[in-house]
């Protein structure tokens, strides 16, 4: 073995991690900012169109909707139809698009510095100094949670703000729930950077596993109301289990950990 291999062996496997982590907030720090202005302004717009511009009647006009296989695919399983408020249905309605958009945006974030990085020769220069061989690997993911984190409680409680009577744990329950379920397809992200040579390769894949996680949910709650256990091998219908606005539960937000 060379000096260098030897020395690359011997180095611990999490070094330099902090510094990897401080290095991805820099360089991400305007995309970040951009992410967060764009989900919490989404959720504001809808949270304040429909708790001031529909009124009772509108609501269970989109209600109604809500109960059609149509409405169910592209919403929800349809909790809370029969006393349909602003803040139930921007969870029936949202949740997909919210946790869309935070999964895209954790894909992405991963191959960009992982595999993207690995192409461009950025990785070789950044082992060429003290990082450990899982330092890439761990910074990633650890500035996804925390820029995932940020989003939620942000996005979070810019919806109490919008909204009139919207609960605040609630709230938070539902941009968590989307947020969790996004770190996991960050992670299937992780591993497609691992079986494939090419970024543009893991990006497929991630995309291919979220779009079949779709199909998955929209069967098994287009089966069922509420859901049925085909639902539940979907990490979207976890999001959604949660059941924010209507009978609030936090347990189906451990499966995604």
């Known amino acids: 073995m060379t000096a260098a291999g030897l020395k690359s062996a011997e180095r611990p496997a999490l070094a330099g991690t902090v510094v990897m982590s401080r290095h991805i907030l820099r360089r991400d ?50 909790f809370g139809l029969d006393h349909y408020t602003g803040p139930v249905a921007v969870a029936n309605e949202g949740t997909v698009y919210l946790v869309l958009a935070l999964s895209l945006m954790s894909i992405f974030h991963v191959v960009r510095h992982t595999r993207a990085d690995e192409e461009s020769g950025l990785a070789e220069l950044v082992r060429a100094s003290i990082v450990g061989r899982h330092a890439t690997a761990i910074s990633t993911m650890l500035t996804l949670a925390g820029n995932l984190l940020v989003i939620a409680v942000v996005s979070g409680l810019a919806m109490v703000a919008a909204g009139s009577d919207v609960p605040v744990v609630d709230s938070l329950a539902m941009t968590l729930g989307a947020s969790a379920v996004a770190l996991v397809f960050g992670a299937v992200a992780l591993v497609a950077c691992q079986v494939s040579a090419h970024a543009r ?50 347990w189906p937000m451990l499966l995604s950990v």
């Open 29 to 78: 720090r305007v995309r970040m900012a951009v992410w967060l202005a764009s989900i919490t302004l989404f959720l504001v717009y809808f949270m304040v169109a429909l708790t001031t511009v529909f009124d009772a009647a509108a609501l269970q006009g989109r209600a109604a909707v809500m109960r059609t296989p149509t409405g169910i695919i592209m919403g929800g399983p349809g």
């Open 201 to 250: 390769t893991a990006i497929g894949i991630s995309l291919g596993l979220f779009g079949a996680a779709f199909v998955v949910q929209a069967a098994g709650n287009v089966r069922q109301h509420g859901g049925s256990p085909l639902s539940w091998l979907s990490p979207i219908a976890w999001a959604q289990q949660s059941r924010a606005f209507v009978d609030l539960r936090w």
